[in-house]
Every structure is written in structure tokens, then in C-alpha cells.
DNA sequence: ATTTGTAATACGTAGGACATTTAAACGAAT
DNA sequence: ATTCGTTTAAATGTCCTACGTATTACAAAT
């Protein structure tokens, strides 16, 4: 038997238990999310262990979004918001941002685009198509000079366009994508004459196919449009190599 | 103007300060991923603050993956890991599990799948078919009381698929909706006759245009098969309210 | 050459002390 | 009665010292 020689040592560090300890409470709603944790020195008390070792669990528990620390306050179980699911998200997407990657987000963009814009035809409210009109009236009227605020509106309208699907995971999924583009943009945009016009013609009328509710041409619309973003990219590829 | 009034304290602790510190270094890779950081005193010496301090910022950052630290050893950069990225993506949907949420993962699958499946059948290498074949193999050899093997395997017949796009952003971003799934599968899976026949003859012919490379009959085929589900679903939401 | 012992190094945990912030209770002025 | 300032208790933030324990490297013994 080799069992006499199994291993002993855990391995984790005291401070991690009691992250998971937590951690699982609040994953199983035993804390649910709005109440308040007993103070430090009561968790100390419950856990037997210094107070060191906790507040480290819970500097971790605070990094991840789970818990709220106030000082002279307390402590309260937050539930994860839609920033602190996608912070570390956007830290990978981040950190691995080279040109091979922006090839990469042409692609899912032009896989799943259309698709959202065609859900977005059926779902949109007349909130939603107010807000893609003030996004594309601010366009419009942005001073052609500030390259970086008509990348960001640019980028906005796609946003909208998945938060008009209502369907939050379509947006969750969409948002670290929308997040690495105004780099992008910046690189591009710049060089290319009369590209502000073109885009606002497609933006106008993908505007009015998910105002009109055809979803097939929302669909089809958003294709060719990002089509175009490809051609532009392989060009600026191109010529920078 | 509500400009006046804007807030003035930074409200930040000294330790999310030097968390910040260390993570903006890792960003602009002045601390190279694979590099060893300085032992705690000798940080503690550079910035001036206790070892306390110093110690929950550490522990913040090896929290979310961007440091391991090994006791007797010392602190090592690590490249945010696709687990550590997606980790509190998973537990933000983990929370917020209802019959909504189902219907929203439905509803995104039946949106992207069929895309993805037409991707995966440009870009499929041997070693992708060869990892789909096994998959179909073991779910057709899997007893058809182990209902929890049965569904790992359908799920992870699609996440092959993923894969088999080579775009990590496809994957990545499909990954926590699929975690999602074993366990909306054990609700519904159980219930059906047949159920497994059917979905083997669908993952067969997927597998068969894949094979072939015909990119537009995958992405058919694939919406037909989800389709399915979602009928299926929808039968058993129907009959448990 | 392999194994074992030993010391140096570095992170982990404990506990105490004090500072700072928050919130609640209280009281005084309008 | 409302508002504003003060006090006070409670809670987290920071610092400090000390010791525990794992890792590594190197020397010594076999």
C-alpha cells in the first residue's frame, strides 16, 4: 500500500481556507448578498486564528468584488457586479494585445455581430433606439479632429446594439471585446480619408432596419459593415510591415 | 457646474495603492511575466510602508492570479491563465442561476453555435477531428444510467468545437456559458426517452460536414440541433410550473 | 556519487498597539 | 422641531516584533 505515504501537507495557505470557507457561504447564499460579516476580531473568534491571517482571506475576498470593506464601518457580502466579472477578463485580453489578437477579435466580431444585431431587430425598445440615435446624432456632430472621442462613439454604437438584445450575456460577452477596440481604432483611424462618412451611413442604416424591426437585414447589414472594418485593417496591416 | 463638488479623497487604502502600483507594472510589462519580485522587506524598504501593508496587496494580486507566491521561496509574475480570467465570470453567472439565466444561455448558443460550428469547419486540423471523434465515441459507449457522464460529454462535444476554431476569444468567451450547463442538463436530460439517440445522430452529422470542411451545412445543422434543445427545454419548464 | 545534516533566506502566522474613519447618540442653538 | 456640532463607541487600517515553517544551497559524511 502506498497509502501509508500520501500526502500530508494541504498546501494551502491558512488564509486560503478561510477564503473558501467564505467564499462558499457566499456562493450557497448562507450570506447572502447585502448582509453585513461579523467584525474582524468576531471572525477571529469563530475561525481560531489570528487576525493577520483572516483580514488576508479577506483582502482577497475584497479583491475579487465579493465583499465590501468600509473602514469604521464593516464589512458587507456585495454581489459580483458585470465590472468585477470581466476586470480580469479584460486584464488577459490585455495583456496578450498583439496583432495576432486583433485578427482574432475581427473574427468573433464578424461571427457574432450580426447575429446580435438581428436579435437586437426583435428585442429593441424605444429606449434603446433613442439611445442609438443620440450615440449616432453625437457622431455626427463630432469635431473630426478628436480621432480618439469618434473611435469611442464608434465603438459605443456596437455596444448598444447588444445591450438592445436584452440578453445581459450577450453583453458580458460582447464588452471585453468592445474594451481592447478604441487601441485599435487609434491606429487606424486616423489615416483613412472620408472613413467618418462611410461608417455613418452604415450606422444610419442599420439604425433604421432595428427601428423597422428586420432582423435579416440588420443581420446582413452589420456583415457588410464590418466587412469594410476587415478591408481597413488588412490594409493598415499591410502597410505596416 | 457639480464639478465643485466632485469627490476629493482618493478613498484608496495604502494597500490598494500599492496593488495598483504592482499591477500597472505588470501591465506595461516593466515586471516581465516569469520574472521573481523583490523579496517582501526589500519591498517594504522601497515603498515605505509596513510588511503589513505591503503583504495584502500581495495578497490581492496572487487572488486574481497575476502573482504566485511560494512559501520559502519567493513571489514569481505569472500570466493571468484562461481559469483565472474566467473564474469570476463563472461565479458572477453562478449567481445569479434562475430559469431566466437558462433561457438567456439558450438564446446566446442559438446565436453563436451555428457560427462557430461554420468557423470550426474552415479551421479544423486532424488533431480536432480526431479529439470529436473520441468524444462521439466515449457518449456512445457511456451507460445511459450515468446521466452526469452523458451530459459532460454532450457539453463538451460543443466546447471541442470551440476549440476546433482556433480563435481563443471564441473559446474563452464561450467557456463560462458552458460550465453553466451540466447542471441545467440534470434537470431536463433525465426526463426524456430517446433523448441520447437523437442528439448522437446530430453530434454524427455535425461531425461528418466538419469533416468535410462544408462550412454552411455545419452551421445548419448545428441550429437545427439546438433548436431541438431549446424545444426540449422549454417542454420541461412548461411541465414543472 | 549519493545521501544526510546545517545554515541562510523568504514567506506564513500570531499578537499587541495605536491611528483613522464611520455611525450613532446626545445636546445646544436657531 | 430641525439643524448643526460634539462626543463616544466601534470597526477597519497600519505598524511593529517575534516566531513558525518551507525552500534552497552547500558542506560533510558515507
Redesign the pocket.
Known sequence: MDEVFRKI?S???????IERRIEAAIREKKLPVGS?????????ESF?????????A??RL?ARGLIE???????TVTGLKIDDAIQNLNLYYDMQFDHNLIAQIIEVRRLFEPEIASLAAKQRTQNDLSDIQDNIEAFKACNPDNIQMEADLDNKFHLLIAKATHNPIVQISMEPIYSLLPRMRNLIYANVEGEKDITLEYHLKIFDVINKQKSDEAAELMKVHLHRTMDIYQKYLHNSY
Not at 453585513?36 to 477571529?44: G, N
Not at 470593506?69 to 464589512?75: A, E, L, Q, R, V
Open positions: 501537507g498546501k494551502l495557505t491558512l488564509s486560503q481556507k453585513k460579516l461579523p467584525t474582524e476580531r468576531e471572525l477571529c481560531g486564528v489570528s487576525r493577520t491571517a483572516l483580514r488576508e479577506l483582502r475584497s470593506i468600509t473602514k469604521g464601518s464593516g464589512m
